[in-house]
């Protein structure tokens, strides 16, 4: 996978040498390039933004200069007619823009399996106010798949650490990446029966007066699938309801049916509904 960031601050993706995205560096699997916007920059102080037209507080980044970036990056002359026909999107190694954006969907996991597909990545960085909106405009007008994605519901200084987020959450899903391929199938959010994953214990069995539950050490795995499931249910009921919300019923065995109804929910619908 080509991934490419632009950005004011380049340097911070200096810590994408560190850890396993460093070996999957080394190893080929991934390649990162990442840019200074301000080298596209022709005025002497190299600015990238600017006030924001119909007032309001900040700087907004200016289009011309990403637009310079960005057809260098892409791929796309500068004098490119827009076209309606999506031949570009489909193309196997087409690439993606990404925008991170605090007013954009949020990201997730199926975003990140989604995008794990893709050839070439293009991240797009923005900072103060953000980026001019036709930006995305202009470059979905000429066939590019552009994606802005929010990764949660604060506001950050810049796009940069959103993009950190949603990189390793794409790349880890890469053939290779990981070492233990399976860790990945049974995390939460995997799957469209997406529930929060099961607590998890190591050894020892007891520690500072803590005993893990006894069936995880039983010996039995039909029993400590059982209890994992049930446990991902509890904890899931509790802590992100909508998930349970979200899930289909025709997917629960009679197990899952039952602890659900123990929990408080009516499952003889599509989804789940909360009683009381
Ligand atoms: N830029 C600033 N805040 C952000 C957020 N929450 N998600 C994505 N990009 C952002």
Redesign the pocket.
């Known amino acids: 996978m080509d991934i490419d960031i632009v950005s004011v601050f380049p340097e911070y993706f200096d810590v994408l040498n560190l850890s396993l995205f460093g070996k999957a560096m080394e190893r080929g699997l991934v390649t990162v390039r990442a840019h200074n916007l301000r080298d596209w920059t022709h005025d002497v102080h190299q600015s990238v933004d600017d006030t924001p037209v119909g007032g309001g507080a900040g700087m907004v980044m200016k289009p011309e200069v990403w637009a310079e970036c960005l057809d260098e990056l892409l791929g796309i002359p500068a004098d490119a007619p827009a076209n309606t026909d999506a031949d570009t999107t489909t193309a196997p190694d087409a690439p993606v823009l990404i925008f991170?954006?605090?007013s954009?969907p949020l990201?997730t996991q199926q975003d990140a399996t989604e995008l794990s597909h893709a050839g070439h990545l293009v991240f797009g960085c923005?900072r103060y106010e953000?980026y001019d909106a036709r930006i995305p405009q202009y470059y979905r007008a000429r066939g590019v798949d552009v994606r802005e994605?929010?990764?949660?519901?604060?506001?950050?200084?810049?796009?940069e650490?959103?993009v950190s987020v949603m990189l390793e959450a794409i790349t880890r899903l890469l053939p290779g990446f990981m070492g233990n391929a399976a860790s990945i199938v049974e995390e939460s959010y995997t799957g469209a029966n997406a529930l929060l994953e099961h607590s998890q214990y190591t050894k020892p069995a007891t520690w500072r007066g803590m005993a893990v539950p006894p069936v995880l050490i039983s010996g039995d795995h039909g029993k400590v699938d059982r209890f994992r499931r049930d446990e991902a249910l509890e904890k899931t009921s509790r802590l992100r309801p909508d998930l349970i919300a979200h899930l289909d019923c025709a997917a629960l065995d009679k197990a899952d049916r039952k602890t659900l109804i123990a929990l408080g929910w009516e499952v003889s619908g599509a989804h789940p509904r909360k009683l009381g």
């Open positions: 991170p954006n605090p954009a990201f923005g953000g994605y929010s990764i949660g519901d604060y506001v950050l200084n810049g796009g650490v959103a």
